[in-house]
């Protein structure tokens, strides 16, 4: 544009100086052709100052987009998708440990537990047997190499058709999510810490009870987890309505075990029959007034426990009135967490935590 117009300033100077009318009209004519032409022709690769550095320019045939738009584009870990294995891997916990390491205190071990495993960096809470302990090397930290513990668990896995589904970190952002609901981190084997590198591992099964296992280690030491899923398996028994009836009259309490859908005030079936039981005791005796009192476990903060804790009781009470008892004979309350009556650290005590106690006023 520049040159154009030094171009332009030139040939003017010209005409003035030409001698004569007509020399004077034909150059100015081709003066002006030349301005328009250079005034139409656009600067070339000129960009307008939205605020964005070189490296947020806008490609021809991509278009930006933000990091929950990329995520939701990644493949989901979909177990569907995953070979069967059909090699007999004997007893649970199915693997031993590779030459030269020894778990550094007595590996913890439970029937039932819910443990919370990496996958597509969510840390994903699954139920079933659990054991998960500390790896070391046998002559201490100068022999332990983080490449053989990693090596000798990949290659068994893959060998009985397992399959490498995540390899990576979560960060700080999970691990404030789902930290206060994993009420065991802390214990020997613990994974699932910011920072902390995580191997999660699938093992498929026919018969449902798929096998998880995940690694995680550094410079001097490892974790290791094992999880076989099995579904919850109830051991408490709905209390019929004499014995409910019975405890109220001598104890002047009795403790109920009623089944919500998970964190939420919704009884299910089974506890929408544990609920006539109370209803029939009222009926027996239309003078016995009680109080309903609702309890959680201590997953979760205090203040979402106290109000599930109020929900479920009230819950209860609107049940019993719906099935014929009057409702000046009822009042609910919630205590939340407090006063357990089990160990909030395994699930078998926080099962027993989550409870109904009816007392009689």
């Known amino acids: 544009m520049e040159v154009v117009v030094s171009a332009t300033s030139f040939l003017f100077i010209y005409i003035m100086k030409s001698s004569t ?9 081709f003066v002006l052709a030349l301005h328009l032409a250079s005034c139409k022709k656009g600067p070339e690769n000129k960009n307008t100052d939205t605020g964005a550095g070189p490296a947020e320019e806008t490609q021809i045939g991509h278009t930006p987009v933000n990091e929950e738009e990329r995520d939701a584009g990644k493949p989901k870990f979909n177990i569907n998708e ?3 294995s059909k090699v007999d891997l004997g007893e649970f916990p199915f693997f031993g440990l590779p030459e030269g390491l020894v778990t550094t205190n007595r590996p913890i071990q439970r029937k039932y537990d819910v443990l919370y495993v990496a996958l597509d960096g969510i840390m994903t809470p699954l139920e079933g047997k659990v054991w998960k302990t500390y790896i070391s090397a046998e002559g201490g930290y100068d022999e332990w190499s983080l490449p053989y513990f990693q090596k000798s668990y990949d290659d068994i896995i893959t060998s009985v058709d397992g399959v490498k589904v995540f390899d990576g970190k979560i960060n700080s952002e ?8 994993a009420v065991y981190m802390g214990e020997d084997g613990s994974i699932g810490y910011v920072g902390q590198r995580i191997r999660t591992y699938v093992i498929r099964r026919p018969d449902g009870g798929n096998i998880y296992v995940q690694l995680a280690g550094d410079g001097v030491s490892g974790s ?3 999880l076989q899923e099995k579904p919850f398996e109830q051991t ?3 209390l019929k309505s ?3 009836q019975k405890d109220l009259e001598e104890s002047g309490k009795v403790v109920l075990y009623i089944n919500f859908e998970l964190d939420k005030a919704v009884l299910t079936p089974k ?7 109370v209803a029939k005791a009222l009926r027996s005796d239309e003078g016995l007034k009680v109080s309903v009192h ?10 979402h426990n106290q109000k599930l804790s109020e929900n479920r009781a009230q819950t209860v009470m609107k049940e019993l009135v719906s099935m014929g008892i009057d409702a000046q004979r009822l009042s609910f309350q919630g205590h939340g967490s407090q006063n357990p009556i089990a160990d909030n650290e395994t699930e078998e005590g926080r099962a027993k935590n989550r409870r109904v106690e009816l007392i009689k006023q």
């Open 174 to 181: 999970e691990y404030e999510r789902y930290h206060d609901d």
């Open 82 to 84: 995953l070979p069967i």
């Open 21 to 29: 009318t007509h020399s004077k009209r034909i150059l100015l004519f």
């Open 224 to 226: 290791l987890n094992i």
């Open 242 to 244: 004499d014995k409910i």
């Open 236 to 238: 408490i028994s709905i």
């Open 271 to 277: 506890g929408a029959e544990a609920v006539e039981e």
């Open 294 to 303: 609702g309890y959680t476990d201590a997953s979760g903060d205090d203040a």
